[in-house]
């Protein structure tokens, strides 16, 4: 694990997978400690503000007392932004062109690369998985092929997010954007178990918005089409976060046709009036299904190529952020709603115990009752077994022993009566509250 030069973006640490423990061995848990140092190292370190679109450090901002009111009254958060979609939708572009047309509208902002198998990345990460976890030696050590050594690298990617987190929140204040790039198979962050921790870690802190991405060239197709939207339909459903489409590739194909198919039905069901296949069929009955889903969404196209539309596309996301503070104001409730139901559980059980303890407060009833009825089993058994054989002499020791055991089974036989009594009164108590 080294850190990189000053100026760099920062790593986090390469995850120690060791291939001598190549057979069935579990691969190490990531090195937290090792981030922890990072984490520290970080205050001490600049990120490329070119690269990265992060503001210059003598931002007049900064040069105000950290006692004032006016930096301390508001606290700026950066938006995260998840790009989602099919394999070669143009994710990755869709990332590089934005980071291009944020850095050249002075908007600062990082990028964090979540594809643990991307050969190479066309914009600068601020957080790569692929210096943490190495997929290829992921998929030797636990027998995968590519798929799943993808979906385990982002898991244990996920195990360590809160590390990302504290990286992250060392740069608030200075970023208004945090795109994440995802794997190129969208069922690896969507339906493995790291998806809804990554997105859920992230928008209980920051606004988070998801941006998925549509290759429009493709969505030509009445069934590709269809295929897509109830995917995004399935994604917005999941992390019910607010939620953009972004048709990319509209320097090949317009994107027109894809927003009518969406707000008019009819246009929709015409182009499928000219197909006669089963699967026009059953697109059409699921096309009535998504109306719902198409007025909860917002969408834009652009292009990666050409830059187009990319305007639009930071117009939608400041939308997204407004609309996240509603699902704030919802999680905010949620969270409360659930401790409150926690405390309520809490106060149940205590009240419980309480009714199950003894006079002098120390034990409940049926603990201190089983306990004498087992220990004076086993000393009866005991002191039965040893007296059984009246022609062995008994030494000095073996009286004592007796004498105690006898007192012992007299202090246990009391202390049972007295339970036994306890008890009743408690039933004959309770048998009188119920009359
Ligand atoms: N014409 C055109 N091609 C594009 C555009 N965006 C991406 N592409 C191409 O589409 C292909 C896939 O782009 P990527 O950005 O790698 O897509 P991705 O979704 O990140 O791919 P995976 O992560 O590998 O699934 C590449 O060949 C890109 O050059 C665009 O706006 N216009």
């Known amino acids: 694990m080294s850190l990189p030069p000053e100026g760099d973006a920062i790593q986090l640490s390469k995850m120690d997978v060791d291939s001598s423990q190549s057979t069935g061995s579990a691969v190490d848990v990531p090195d937290n400690e090792a981030l922890k140092s990072i984490v520290e190292g970080m205050a001490s370190s600049s990120v490329d503000e070119n690269a990265s679109g992060a503001k210059p450090k003598a931002d007049a901002a900064d040069s105000i007392p950290s006692s004032s009111f006016a930096k301390t009254a508001i606290k700026k958060q950066p938006l995260c932004v998840l790009v989602l979609g099919m394999a070669g939708s143009g994710k990755t572009s869709v990332v590089r062109r934005l980071s291009t047309y944020l850095a050249s509208a002075r908007k ?147 994107c027109k046709f894809a927003f009518e198919w969406m707000q008019d039905f009819e246009v929709f069901q015409d182009v499928l009036a000219e197909e006669s296949t089963f699967s026009s069929n059953l697109t059409r009955s699921m096309s ?33 952020a407004i609309e996240y503070e509603e699902y704030r104001a919802e999680y905010e409730h949620l969270k409360e709603e659930s401790s409150k139901r926690r405390e309520e559980e809490k106060k149940k059980s205590m009240d419980k115990f309480k009714a199950d303890i003894t006079a002098d407060g120390k034990e409940p009833i049926s603990v201190v009752r089983d306990a004498i009825r087992n220990e004076t089993e086993m000393l009866v058994n005991n002191y039965q077994s040893d007296s059984g054989s009246e022609d062995e002499e008994l030494d000095a020791d073996d009286i004592e022993e007796t004498k105690e055991i006898e007192s012992f089974q007299s202090f246990l036989r009391q202390q049972k009566e007295k339970a036994e009594q306890q008890r009743a009164h408690k039933i004959r108590e309770q048998n009188h509250q119920a009359e």
């Open 108 to 254: 600062p902002f990082h990028t964090i690369n979540l594809d643990p198998a991307v050969k190479s990345v066309p914009f600068m990460p601020y957080i790569d998985i692929r210096d943490t976890v190495n997929y290829k030696e992921v998929m030797k050590q636990y027998g995968l092929g590519p798929n799943g050594g993808i979906v385990t690298s982002l898991n244990l990617f996920s195990t360590m997010f809160d590390d990302v987190l504290k990286l992250i929140a060392k740069k608030e204040d200075h970023l208004d954007y945090i795109i994440f790039d995802t794997p190129g198979q969208i069922e690896v962050f969507n339906w493995s178990a790291s998806g809804p921790i990554i997105a859920g870690a992230l928008a209980s802190v920051y606004p988070t918005v998801i941006l998925y991405v549509v290759d429009t060239v493709r969505s030509n197709n009445t069934q590709t089409f269809m295929a897509n939207m109830l995917y995004a339909c399935s994604i917005l459903y999941k992390y019910k976060l607010p939620f953009i489409i972004a048709f990319n590739k509209i320097d090949i194909t317009d």
């Open 288 to 320: 009535l299904a998504l109306e719902e889903f198409y007025c909860n969404i917002k969408a834009c196209g652009v292009s990666s190529f050409t830059g187009e539309g990319m305007a639009d596309l930071v117009e939608k996301l400041a939308e997204g």
